[in-house]
Structures are given as structure tokens and as C-alpha cells.
DNA sequence: TTTTAACCGGACATGAGAGTCCGATTAGAA
DNA sequence: TTCTAATCGGACTCTCATGTCCGGTTAAAA
């Protein structure tokens, strides 16, 4: 492949994310060029519709989601690298959050990769060990507890984060053995009730 | 309002909710007219766009969503109360997965039901009192409990159910004070593990 | 039953997005 | 530097959803 053909493809799948996110996944397919800086030419030939388009940044998710992996193994306390892939989901979600329109289509489209599979399901067993986690969680649970908060990435800011946060902490005491203390709730900034 | 019309606009609205279950909420407009086996004119006149049929659904679902507060007002236990709003609203958005699609348009166009949210205010008054419900979440919190567990609602059946209830009970737990007793989760059918 | 006004339905015009094509251009090798 | 093949760009066509319009029909009142 050639470099700049390489680099265009880099730019197609930058703008498309950004117009995702902007406008969500059924934004005009043209425009993903335009914005990219190329012809319409260059974008069909390197992604042939729109699901294509949906792989390419399905793998980019995936890559992602493996260096995540990779953080959270690393990490001392197995109850803070879990933690750190919960957070590091959500923040994937925050960031992009058309990945929760595309998740359907994606999960066919795309493999799961299994490196951060296999480092979570370590982290569990250490869990366990460490008495942090309750004993009848397990990988099945915590694989989804980013995309039960990733129901909340549509509030408008400056409401998000906050909700975000606390319910984040509820959900973590959730997972906790029984008698653990709560996690303290994130205060509110006066103001910003149910109104 | 001429008998015959008003029947339409139900009818409208029934096949509304059913293209946007099976299709989603860009479903070709004029399919909804022809699914409620009515003319394009009919669709039109009762609609003047997909927001106003949005309106249209959104306010069934407000009305839903009264009717839940009241049955939640009248059970005796006030931690049970919270099971009756939190399992209705998720129920409802499995039965209406395009709510999720719909809820920022909708968050503009449909003004809230107050009178769900003062029946679930005083029902955590009770809660608190009973002592079933931690002193630190209150309204704004538990209000948004349904809208995370709707971020489970895209999973193929019959994995949702399962995750789903295995999350609800997680979530549930905390809500619950330091000490209380976890619920027991839902065993999972063999055979159905990440895979 | 008659009247009338509102309602119904489908044909039609309009516009926007999707996808194709080919001459011009440029990267990379000799 | 020259050559060549792959790449680029934007004009063009086509398809399809949207929204309008008007003659026919039917509900409801007198």
C-alpha cells in the first residue's frame, strides 16, 4: 500500500469518528470525505460502504480495548485493575458515543479480541483472592458493567459526568463482598436537582 | 375529532412503534402508513414529521410512565416500590428499544411527568425510613438506574434476560445500605458463558 | 335521508444521498 | 530524472425517501 494511501485511510477513519460523533452513524456518507480532505473516489476505494467504515473503526475500538487490557494487568491491586478497565470502557464510550449505536452491527462484523479477555479474567481470579470482589461475580458480570454505564453517555454535560460518577460508585458497591464500606458518592454542584 | 380519525392516530402510532422495534427510528417514513394500512395523506395529516410521531410516542410512554409511579405508590414496602419503577421503566425499554434512540430528541420535545416523580420522592422518604435504602442516593440518582440498565438492552436474547437480571440484582445491591444482605443472582444457563 | 365538511388515499414532483467512472496526478522504482 | 502503475478527485447518474395535492369517500348532524 502506498504511504499516502495508508495516510488517507488514517484520515478517512479520523473523520468519520469525529462525524459520528457529531452527527451519528447514519450521517451522509459524502461528507466523511469531505471533512477527511479527499474525494469521494478515495473513500470508496478504500471502504466500499458504510459497514466498512464501521469495521475499520470497530478495530481501532478493539486495539484499544486491548491496551486496556495491558493497563489494567499491570496494575498492583486487582480490585484497582478493575477499576481501570471499567473506567478506561467508559471513557472509550464517552468519547465515541456512536459505539453504542454501532454495537449491534459491530458484534457480528468485528472479533472480540480475546488478550483483554484473558488479562480480565486474571484479574478476577486475583480479585478473589485479594477478598475485593464478590465470589459470585465473575468475567460474564464485569465484561458488561461499561456498557450498563454507557446507557448514561447520552445526558448532556455538565449532568453527565456527574451521574456518571455516582452511579459508577453505586454500581461498584455492587460488586463488592458483602460488609465491604460503601464508596463515597461524588457531591453534586449546587443546582443541578431534577429541575 | 371525527371517530374514524382518532382511530387512525392510534393505529398510526401502534405501527409506529412496531417499525421503529424492528427497524429503528429511520425507518422509511411512509412505512408507517402503509403498515397501518392507511394512505400517505392520513399519515401526514395526523403527523407532519418523524418528531411529531416522536411526540406522539413519547407521550404514550410519559402516560406508561405515570401509571408506573402509581402502582409503585401503592405497594406496602417502600424497597419494594422501587422494584415495581425500576422493573417497569426496564421493561418498558425492552419492549420500546428505540426509546434509547429516541430519548435526546424526546428529552426536548416531551416535558416530563411530574407526577411519577413525586410519587418515587415520597417513596424514598419511606425507603430511607425503613432503612432499605442507603441515605446518600436519593431522587436524582435512582431515577437514572433505568436508563443504565437500557444500556443491556441491545444484547441478542437470551443473553439479556440473564445479564440483565444478573446486573439488576448487582445494581440493586448498591442501593442497598452498608451490611444489608446481597441478593442472590440468577444462575446463569449452562452453555451460555462468553463463548 | 340529505347535506356538508372533514377525512382518506394514492399519484406526482422534488431533492438528497449513494455509488460509478475516467481523465489528471503523483508516488515509487529503475 | 524518467517511467509506469496505482491513486486521486469530482462530475454524473440513479435510486429512493420525502412531502404535496386533489378527486373521491365517509362520518356525523339536521
Known amino acids: ?7 488517507n485511510r488514517e484520515k478517512l477513519l479520523d473523520a468519520a469518528a469525529g462525524l459520528f460523533a457529531e452527527q451519528g452513524v447514519e450521517a451522509p456518507f459524502a461528507l466523511i470525505a469531505e471533512r477527511a480532505g479527499v474525494g469521494k473516489g478515495t473513500l470508496y476505494r478504500h471502504f466500499a460502504d458504510r459497514d466498512a467504515v464501521i469495521v475499520g473503526l ?3 475500538a478493539r486495539a484499544r480495548f486491548a491496551e486496556i487490557g495491558e493497563e489494567a494487568a499491570s496494575v498492583a491491586s486487582a480490585w484497582d485493575a478493575i ?9 472509550m464510550y464517552v468519547d465515541m458515543p456512536w459505539l453504542v449505536a454501532i454495537r449491534p452491527r459491530a458484534r457480528q ?10 488479562a ?9 483472592a485479594e477478598g475485593s470482589l464478590r465470589d459470585d461475580v465473575d468475567l460474564d458480570d464485569l465484561q458488561y ?3 450498563l454505564l454507557s446507557g448514561l453517555v447520552d445526558l448532556p454535560e455538565p449532568r453527565r459526568a456527574t451521574v456518571l460518577a455516582r452511579l459508577r460508585a453505586i454500581v461498584l458497591d455492587g460488586l463488592r463482598p458483602e460488609n465491604a464500606p460503601r464508596m463515597p458518592l461524588r457531591e453534586r454542584a449546587s443546582g443541578q436537582s431534577t429541575a
Open 1 to 7: 500500500m502506498r504511504a499516502d494511501a495508508e495516510a
Open 58 to 60: 470497530g478495530e481501532r
Open 145 to 147: 458493567v461499561p456498557a
Open 109 to 118: 462484523l468485528v472479533p472480540l479480541d480475546e488478550s483483554a479477555e484473558e
Open 83 to 91: 477499576l481501570v478497565y471499567i473506567d478506561g470502557v467508559v471513557a
Open 120 to 128: 480480565m479474567s486474571a484479574i478476577i481470579d486475583r480479585a478473589w
